[in-house]
């Protein structure tokens, strides 16, 4: 089985990825490559208070002892300079789960982390290799709000890091988070994503600089591709007000006048209405997609695969889990262009760990089974910058 699932995840590079493997093209002495992974790693707190949702496994594959076994598998055999954990079990407010904190710290990593309010017992974290960088900031994101009609009682959390490369430098700022699950939940996915942002371009844009660290963001976001926040988040923009959402329509502002976040996701003084965001949001950090979905290929390239790659079982197999990094825009003297007008300098992508097929994951026991520990697989991409 474990050989089966080895031969469906394997690394899958692009063009500037193979041309640096074979040796045609060289990495720059002062060039840092790295890979990121983000993980959804099921806390076990979940499992033991819901076992009736997981009746048809098998109760050795659920126990954190087995589990445990599998997350250090696929941690070691990947060894990734960045790790964006969500779910992840906390022994107090201020504690991770002591057998991940002893693996990962024994293992050269360094971590920041934060939990869901109580009575929640996991939460987010991002471990980083302290060989390749130190943290130089960090802003723990609660992306619950009883002042924000669509952010009461969602008890979710994010978490941005700016990292400093050791070797040369560069600052890169990496964030994680867990949106709210749920179907009628597209409204709040919406406003939790405005305030993470937020948060995010506050670390981006340091000191009020008009060029942003570049970044990127990784975790469970609980929407499919193309779904209205996807688009935003690839698109950079998205005029909701009016927008079908299922049998209803978006409302005309998600936010109240005084909650402080503009039509660009960004944090302002209460007093300036004139950037109030109004039934619209925008960014210019130029997202892309690590895993081109099935759509994708076929508007772009002409041809995809018979199945989309997935990351969960919700009712259907779906992909919810994303990693998405940041680019620029072409300038106009530039002689060449792209399909969305932008460009990689900063941070240049070099390939990913393919996901799994709703077919192959079934045949291997689904999830959680005896070789995935989670009921989410992990995504993971490797980078230089």
Not at 85 to 111: C, S, V
Not at 327 to 348: A, H, M, V, W
Request: charged share 25%; hydrophobic share 35%.
């Amino acid at each position: 089985m474990l050989k089966k699932h080895n031969t469906i995840r394997k690394w899958t590079y692009n063009r500037f990825g193979e041309d640096l493997r074979s040796g045609i093209r060289f990495q720059r002495p002062h060039d840092v490559k790295f890979r990121i992974l983000s993980y959804n790693i099921l806390s076990q707190g979940r499992i033991d208070r819901q076992r009736h949702s997981f009746r048809t496994k098998r109760n050795n594959f659920l126990t954190w002892e087995h589990r445990l076994q599998a997350i250090v598998r696929e941690v070691t055999a990947v060894d990734p300079d960045i790790i964006c954990f969500q779910q992840l079990d906390f022994r107090d407010d201020n504690h991770i789960n002591i057998d991940i904190e002893d693996l990962l710290t024994g293992l050269g990593y360094d971590y920041k982390a934060v939990k869901r309010k109580d009575p929640k017992m996991d939460g987010c974290a991002i471990f980083f290799k302290t060989r390749q960088f130190s943290c130089e900031a960090t802003t723990l994101c609660e992306l619950d709000n009883n002042y924000a009609e669509w952010l009461t009682d969602c008890n979710s959390v994010g978490l941005v890091c700016r990292l400093q490369s050791i070797k040369n430098s560069a600052k890169i700022v990496v964030g994680t988070l867990h949106l709210k699950f749920g179907l009628e939940k597209q409204l709040t996915r919406l406003a939790q994503t405005a305030v993470f942002m937020a948060d995010l371009q506050e670390l981006c844009y340091e000191d009020n600089s008009e060029s942003p660290h570049p970044c990127i963001i990784a975790g469970d976001f609980n929407l499919e591709p193309y779904s209205d926040v996807h688009k935003l988040l690839v698109k950079g923009k998205l005029k909701y007000r009016g927008l079908l959402m299922g049998t209803e329509n978006y409302p005309d502002h998600i936010f109240p006048p005084n909650f402080g976040i503009d039509c660009n996701m960004r944090w302002t003084l209460m007093n300036q209405h004139n950037q109030y965001e109004s039934g619209y949001f925008c960014h210019n950090l130029g997202f892309r997609s690590v895993y081109r979905y099935r759509q994708e290929r076929a508007l772009y390239l002409g041809f995809a695969p018979p199945e989309s790659e997935v990351t969960a079982f919700q009712g259907k197999w779906v992909a919810v889990d994303h990693i998405f990094y940041s680019t620029l825009p072409i300038p106009e003297y530039f002689e060449f262009s792209s399909n969305d007008g932008r460009y990689e300098k900063q941070l240049k992508y070099l390939g990913k760990w393919s996901l799994p097929t709703a077919s192959q994951i079934s045949k291997l026991g689904g999830l959680p089974s005896c070789i995935c520990p989670s009921d989410l697989d992990d995504v993971m991409r490797a980078k230089t910058f």
